[in-house]
Nanobody
Framework: QVQLVESGGELVQAGGSLRLSCAASGRTFSSYAMGWFRRGTGKERKFVAA????????YYADSVKGRFTISRDNAKNTVYLQMNSLKPEDTAVYFC?????????????WGQGTQVTVSS
């Protein structure tokens, strides 16, 4: 079992940067693929980025490619989402998630979310 806690969300101006963190409990974190998802107000939750257990392979939604970077530090049981060149449409609650199968499989464990608001 993995418990996930996100942090780092806040209000930022368009063009700014934020780094989200997701701290995981449990000894099996390093064997889990991790992902970031987001849900805007009144919208469905959507995939943002994912990373393999080793960190060697990453995936991104087209809408964030080139602006966001997912990374992980298995020694710290933490996954990060570096967000640059933020746009108002990036405003959403951001969730991290984990699974034991791989970055493109369904996710079993979810955090509570952290709010990111980008002002224009």
């Amino acid at each position: 079992q993995v418990q996930l806690v996100e942090s780092g969300g806040e209000l930022v101006q368009a063009g700014g940067s934020l780094r989200l963190s997701c701290a995981a409990s449990g000894r099996t974190f390093s064997s889990y693929a991790m992902g970031w998802f987001r849900r805007g107000t009144g919208k469905e939750r959507k995939f943002v980025a994912a990373i393999s257990w080793s960190g060697d392979t990453t995936y991104y939604a087209d809408s964030v490619k080139g602006r966001f970077t997912i990374s992980r530090d298995n020694a710290k049981n933490t996954v990060y989402l570096q967000m640059n060149s933020l746009k108002p449409e990036d405003t959403a609650v951001y969730f991290c998630a984990g699974n034991s199968q791989g970055p493109l499989y369904s996710y079993d464990y979810w955090g509570q979310g952290t709010q990111v608001t980008v002002s224009s």
